[in-house]
Nanobody
Framework: QVQLQESGPGLVKPSQTLSLTCTVS??????????WTWIRQPPGKGLEWVGY???????AYRLSLKSRTSISSDTSKNQFTLQLSSVTPEDSAVYYC?????????????WGQGTQVTGSS
């Protein structure tokens, strides 16, 4: 059973970089079975796909966030990390890490519990 757990600061000042880590257990992020994904939900809005990293290291990002987003992995720790630069209050959201089977990018079999991030001074 794959389990995911987000970690990172809950408060990020505007213009700074948000950095969240997802620790994966019960499965290796180096396998090509899953898209290791970040999703967020702003207050009062629906879920937004942010991007993913595959076991191959390939990445894909939401078009509107692409210039500010980077997803990387640390295979020695079985973790993947989201960095979102130039944060504004509009980036405030609950951020989730999730895993979707390769070829089924929109269907998430596993989710972390989510972590609230607020962009505010």
């Amino acid at each position: 059973q794959v389990q995911l757990q987000e970690s990172g600061p809950g408060l990020v000042k505007p213009s700074q970089t948000l950095s969240l880590t997802c620790t994966v257990s019960g499965g290796s992020i180096t396998t090509n079975n899953y898209y290791w994904t970040w999703i967020r939900q702003p207050p009062g809005k629906g879920l937004e796909w942010v991007g993913y990293i595959a076991g191959s290291g390939n990445t894909a990002y939401r078009l509107s966030l692409k210039s500010r987003t980077s997803i990387s992995s640390d295979t020695s720790k079985n973790q993947f990390t989201l960095q979102l630069s130039s944060v504004t209050p509009e980036d405030s959201a609950v951020y989730y890490c999730a895993a979707a089977p390769v070829g089924m990018a929109g269907q998430f079999n596993y989710w972390g519990q989510g972590t609230q991030v607020t962009g505010s001074s």
